[in-house]
């Protein structure tokens, strides 16, 4: 027992020197798993920013949508420009209205039921652009625990490898390797749990917007049924 003392006090525990001592493999699913969370970090930075805009293109289009603009000058400063949202939908079904008028047949059969097809294109095009990468971070949040534990096993089963070969077997000779087994196991929950966060919060902001945008689209395409109607 007294031998044992100065074992454990010398045996060093940080993580640095617990990856140093990992077995390769172990080592691998380490880092793969790091990279994963900076992965992670980078996507959920960059779709703040990417969900930041379309929420203000938004409130700036519907202000200037029912301020009373005519809405071919709105349609002419919109079209002149890229657009995302609701201001896509808009010159998507403007461009499909006066498509449909300025063609020599000036026939309006099926114009409301095109005009309905241009915006919902515009829509799951919208949704296509903010759902990029989320199957990277339901991936992770998914697989990053799953793949830390086999890390963990691994070291465990190399652990204990190593000491099959030891006649005593302490407290001191078990901890480093079965310490540095499961840090492969805390690395995938590091990895993990802040993917399955963004991924939820994301996931409902894009529900928010599409909902927003399908409301939108019912009440321009009321408006187009009125004029067709008139």
Known sequence: AQSALPVAASADVSLIALFWQAHWIVKAVMLGLLACSVWVWAIA??????FARPRRSMDRFEQAFWSGESIE???RTLSAKPTHSMAACFVAAMREWKRSFESHARSVAGLQMRIDKVMNVSIAREVERLERRLLVL???????PFVGLFGT????????TGL??????????????IAE???ATAIGLFAAIPAVVAYNRFAREIDKIAIALETYIEEFSNILQRNLSS
């Open 73 to 75: 000058e709105l349609y």
């Open 153 to 160: 096993v691994w070291g465990i089963m190399h652990a204990f």
């Open 181 to 183: 087994a499961l840090v």
């Open 138 to 144: 339901a991936t992770v949040g998914s697989a990053g």
């Open 45 to 50: 930075i960059d779709k703040i920013f990417l």
């Open 164 to 177: 099959a070969s030891l006649q005593q077997v302490t407290l001191a000779t078990v901890a480093p390797g």
